[in-house]
């Protein structure tokens, strides 16, 4: 799922496309796209752009009179720019196989696609900013926030660091892959409970937010090179954790591990996060019980028995007799 590195570039990119831009029509590929009744998309055609900004993951357009429209990609939505062909009459396609929208203006298209079959960003009409912050109220911006604002949102309620990370409720615009980044830059694990944090450790996290969010945006900003971000992934070469299971940490060299929940993946280092113990896998350790490895120690010993069990016969090392 994008989030506020990847959202902050594609805002600036469309700030310097669609400002102050007439919007002519939007064509829906899928009405399931739209979430809202009132206002209707009707009422937007033909009025400007004054500004487009991020709200949490949400991508806002904002329309002269007051007008917004949000837009969430969710985890597979992805925006195009097509310019207008000099001559053209008719408008720019939206593909069939994952096209959800186009947005048209006179200059040219933004396009929406949405890969998979679970077809789940998500477009709103407000008539004005109250509106959308009722409907959608966000946490502290993490790059904004003073050292106080920051220890009060991560003190509000008791949870994991890793869902509070990720609580849009408690901070903008946070999500699964940058919040690997940013524990294991804080060396901190994923599972330690609010409550039991230091202010030392606090002030550790607030840094490494900090540092993990604006090196990415500033990334990602050269990766794009001032033209629209084509290549918006959650897992990139350059990460130290996420998406990186079995890997060696860049740190370290201990293997990254990983703890699987529903469709979400929290990827960590035992060395540097967690004094070398395996977070329980909800799945595996319900399989293995008592047999659960604690360690990476452990966990070695368990993967060379399972190698020994399945490996072929002539891999045990015996020797077996000729017949005479």
């Not at 003073?146 to 609580?167: C, G």
Request: positive net charge; proline residues 6%; glycine residues 8%.
């Amino acid at each position: 799922m994008p989030e506020l590195p990847d959202i902050t570039v594609y805002v600036e990119r469309l700030e310097d496309i669609l400002r102050g831009r007439d919007l002519v029509r939007i064509r829906l590929a899928s009405p399931f796209l739209l979430r809202s009744v009132q206002p209707s998309l009707e009422s937007f055609y033909g009025r400007k752009v004054t500004q487009v900004l991020r709200r949490g993951k949400r991508i806002v357009f904002v329309f002269a009179g007051g007008g917004r429209l949000a837009l969430h990609l969710m985890v597979a939505g992805r925006l195009h720019w097509k310019a207008s062909v000099a001559g053209a009459t008719a408008p720019v396609t939206i593909p069939k196989s994952n096209g959800l929208m186009a947005m048209d203006f006179a200059h040219g298209s933004l396009l929406l696609t949405e890969s998979g079959t679970k077809k789940r960003a998500a477009l709103l009409a407000f008539a004005d900013d109250a509106s959308l912050q009722e409907k959608f109220p966000v946490g502290v911006e993490p790059l904004e926030a003073t050292p106080a604002a920051f220890a009060m949102a991560l003190r509000s309620e008791n949870h994991t660091l890793k869902r509070s990370l990720t609580d849009p409720r408690l901070f903008s615009g946070i999500g699964n892959s940058y919040s690997d980044e940013i524990l294991h830059r804080a060396r901190l694990s994923p599972v330690t409970l609010t409550a039991k944090l230091t202010d030392a450790e606090i002030e550790t996290l607030r840094a490494a937010v900090i540092g993990v969010l604006t090196e990415w945006t500033g990334m990602l900003r050269a990766e794009s090179q001032g033209k629209f971000p084509e290549k918006v992934t959650a897992f990139r070469a350059g990460m130290a954790v996420h998406g990186k299971y079995g890997k060696p940490c860049p740190v370290c060299g201990s293997p990254v591990q990983r703890i699987k929940h529903a469709e979400n993946e929290t990827n960590y280092c035992p060395t540097c996060q967690t004094g070398g113990k395996l977070l329980a896998d909800r799945a595996l350790s319900a399989l293995l019980r008592k047999d659960w490895p604690r360690t990476l120690e452990d966990m070695e010993k368990l993967l060379a028995k399972h190698k020994a069990l399945t490996a072929p016969h002539g891999d045990h090392g015996a020797t077996a007799s000729k017949p005479k």
